[in-house]
Nanobody, 126 residues
Framework: QVQLVESGGGLVQAGGSLRLSCAAS????????MGWFRQAPGKEREFVAA????????FSSDSVKGRFTISRDNTKNMVYLQLNNLLPEDTAVYYCAARAPKSAENINQDRGYDSWGQGTQVTVSS
């Protein structure tokens, strides 16, 4: 499994922006489809966005489409999530995850991912 460490979370006002980073180690990041998930207090973890191994394809949930952008730099073993026009309901712990290579789950299902970071807190004030 690959080791993942997120950073970049913080407190921001509604309408603001943040850029989350996910640093991978242990194995080449290029081998993995990568995803971002989030979990708000009292709620289940939910899919935010995912990106194919080459970065040529991206997927995002309807709730963040047009506001959040996932990207990756395989040469640096990094994955990013740009968060724009943040809303209070975006407040959550955000997790970076690597998809299990042979997973048959849909790309938006967290059970298809087998390596997770520790999470980074994003808090959006109104």
């Amino acid at each position: 499994q690959v080791q993942l460490v997120e950073s970049g979370g913080g407190l921001v006002q509604a309408g603001g922006s943040l850029r989350l980073s996910c640093a991978a180690s242990g194995k080449p990041l290029s081998a993995y489809i990568m995803g971002w998930f989030r979990q708000a207090p009292g709620k289940e973890r939910e899919f935010v966005a995912a990106i194919t191994r080459s970065g040529g394809g991206t997927f995002s949930s309807d709730s963040v489409k047009g506001r959040f952008t996932i990207s990756r730099d395989n040469t640096k073993n990094m994955v990013y999530l740009q968060l724009n026009n943040l809303l209070p309901e975006d407040t959550a712990v955000y997790y970076c995850a690597a998809r299990a290579p042979k997973s048959a789950e849909n790309i938006n299902q967290d059970r298809g991912y087998d390596s997770w970071g520790q999470g980074t807190q994003v808090t959006v004030s109104s």
